[in-house]
């Protein structure tokens, strides 16, 4: 890893008079707050060497300029959600806050556009398109504090990318500020288009490591009117599993389609400290949303839907009430119930593989100390994979964990699939993304960050080694 020249008070002072000395931040009990995003385990934390919170575009062009002058690195941080240690400034440095970049600059009704700084609160966009009777589609389950920008930057999937596809596929085009400091436009806002590169596409998904988004325009779609939310509770994950091909072979076109084993029914229902959840103590949720613009194909389709779900091996067919999605967006942090120190992992393979695939990774985990337990968009085949930790040493616990990844990722690879479905690759992948990433792709991907990053400053230590 490259080693990179610190923050001296020269710096500091010339970063104050970009963005004004309130919005340099120095101070060490400050700085802790930076240390980590969603990580847990302190060994992973990094203190960075100041953070530094710009407004604008320009402000942030002048900050990379600065980076590239004195060599130090850029760790971009929004909401702070990573769940692959995307934020954590790993080589030290600064971290750039997007906190002040938070305006909505349009939206626009006829054209079915919203555009916003980078900062915006994913849920807020979400609001706003609501209260004209449209649809921002991407819904990640952070999106009460995750950031527009950082969503583009890991291309986040959420609850109905089984219907409206990922954040890439819900933008119109970005601004950003490029490793060397230009303001580059990217995309446009266009049905088709077959104009040189596809460029905003190259930067969603690259976390950071090739710009910094600051800017961007989302698609929007109708409101559907109607909607219909299912609970098929079973009591055998392979009927549980097995239901999606049936259930997408009827056309029924689900805005979602979300997974939750029993381990998840257990923890999610005690923290959010609901009582006499159906079967508490057996029951495996499968939750099925569908929307439509006519009233009497929604009733056709949960006909439908009932139908499958009972002829699967359904025990219980109800309606998935307000509790059921609290508890599914509690997935993550009802972990904290079984272990403070906990690794959520993030799995992606082709949709009509990831029954055998869930149950595989459930046979491996039956070797090892640590509770696995499992949730998944079981539509598009992205799962999600949380080890709490048990009474063990650190290093017990890290060589246990290394040899169930090593397994569970070679059986991915396997039938087709890859590390990560919407989380990322970080940190914390990025070993694996060396050894499992076919050596063609990989060293077209390093040749494209050398060529775009000569001084390697933005969020170094993330995505790939270059």
Request: negative net charge; proline residues 5%.
């Amino acid at each position: 890893m490259k080693t990179y020249h610190p923050i001296t008070p020269e710096i500091v002072e010339k970063l104050k008079a970009i963005v004004g000395p309130s919005h340099v931040k120095t101070d060490k009990d400050i700085l802790v707050q930076y240390q980590t995003d969603y990580e847990t385990n302190p060994l992973m934390f990094h203190v960075p060497e100041a953070a530094v919170i710009p407004g604008s575009a320009e402000e942030i062009s002048q900050i990379v300029k600065l980076a590239n002058q004195y060599d130090f690195p850029i760790t971009v941080r929004s909401g702070g959600t990573s769940l692959a240690d995307g934020a954590i400034p790993v080589c030290g440095g600064i971290v750039l806050s997007m906190e002040r970049l938070n305006k909505i600059i349009e939206l626009n009704e006829e054209g079915m556009y919203m555009t916003a700084e980078a900062g915006v609160r994913t849920i807020d966009l979400q609001k706003a398109a609501h209260e004209r009777g449209l649809l921002y589609a991407g819904d990640p389950s952070s999106a009460e504090s995750c950031m527009i920008g950082a969503n583009l930057a890991t291309n986040a999937g959420g609850l109905e990318a089984v219907r409206y596809g990922v954040t890439r596929d819900q933008v119109y085009c970005l601004e950003m500020v490029s490793p060397t400091g230009d303001i580059v436009e990217c995309g446009s806002i266009l049905k088709k288009c077959s104009t040189g590169y596809d460029l905003q596409q190259l930067i969603i998904g690259s976390e950071g490591t090739l710009g910094i988004i600051t800017k961007v325009t989302v698609k929007l779609v109708p409101l559907p009117p109607y909607r219909f939310d299912i609970l098929g509770i079973y009591n055998d994950p392979r009927k549980a599993l097995h239901m999606v091909p049936k259930l997408l072979k009827a056309g029924i076109n689900p805005t979602s389609l979300e997974y939750m084993d029993n381990s998840y029914v257990r923890g999610c229902a005690d923290y959010c400290k609901y009582d006499n959840m159906p079967h508490y103590e057996d029951g495996i949720y499968v939750i099925i949303t569908v929307e439509t613009f006519r009233e009497d194909e929604l009733d056709s389709k949960m006909e439908i839907v009932n139908d499958i779900c009972e002829e699967t091996g359904a025990v219980e067919v109800l309606e998935a009430d307000e509790r059921v999605w609290n508890m599914r967006r509690s997935c993550q942090p009802s972990a904290e119930l079984i272990s403070k120190v906990f690794l959520t992992d993030d799995v992606v393979v082709p949709v009509h593989k990831i029954a055998e695939t869930i149950e595989k990774i459930m046979e491996i985990g039956e070797n090892y100390p640590f509770q696995v337990k499992i949730n998944a968009h079981i539509g598009d085949g992205n799962m999600h994979i949380v080890l709490c930790k048990t009474n063990m040493t650190e290093e017990e616990w890290e060589k246990q964990v290394e040899e169930f990844h090593q397994q569970v990722y070679a059986y991915a690879y396997s039938v087709g699939g890859r590390l990560a479905g919407e989380h990322g690759i970080g940190a914390k992948k990025l070993k694996y993304m060396e050894e499992f990433t076919p050596a063609g792709e990989l060293k077209v991907m390093k040749t494209i960050k050398r060529a775009m990053d000569p001084n390697l400053i933005l969020n170094p230590g993330k995505v790939i080694d270059a």
